[in-house]
């Protein structure tokens, strides 16, 4: 019937908050770790300058045209994306190590991984997705609120699916993003009211 909780989604976790650079051309390395949070492509670009040093030395701006990302990096200015957790693919680069000079994006930034809440429920299987049959109760878009507003969905009218089971033990519920993936909600509460009628 409704779902609600405040939007906590992270598009910068500690799977994908590092970012290593050289100032030397490549011979020294160093590392930073990008705090988790919600970030804009403009708030990535100025944590990055504040936080290596590199103000006047690089830049990370959207091309809005072609949906992806122009870096520009001052002289012996090295950027590796080649390590593990990195931030290459949310701002649409390879895995590969790019040098002074403009180097644009091969991939569309990612900086909205989570475009679908989809709400599970192994008590029915009525929904289609992509052509297979699912235990989906109810889909929305996962960017109707900003980050710390409350998300609250109503199903009107209320959508009633066939229960898969005769038995009623328990029920388990799983919030998952277009890709099937558990959504983090950085430990918000998560309300949801569900309406269970007989035929």
Known sequence: MWFSSY??????????????FSKDGGRTLNSILINPGAYELKEIDSEIKNRTGLK????????????KV???????????????????????????????????SENFANITNITDINIECDLVNGHYSNGNLDNILYSFPANTVPLGYKFIERMNPPNYLPISRKTISDIHIR?????????????????????LKQV
């Open 56 to 67: 006047e030395s690089i830049s990370i701006q959207p091309q809005i045209s072609t949906g």
């Open 7 to 20: 939007n906590t989604i992270y598009n910068i976790t500690k799977e994908n908050n590092v970012f290593n």
């Open 70 to 104: 122009i870096m520009t990096l001052g002289e012996n200015v090295v950027i590796d994306f080649t390590k593990e957790n990195s931030l290459s693919k949310l701002l649409g680069f390879e895995k590969k190590v790019y040098k002074d000079g403009i180097n644009k």
């Open 175 to 195: 919030i998952v993003d277009q890709d099937g993936k558990i959504i983090n909600f950085n430990g918000e509460k998560i309300n949801l009211y569900l309406h």
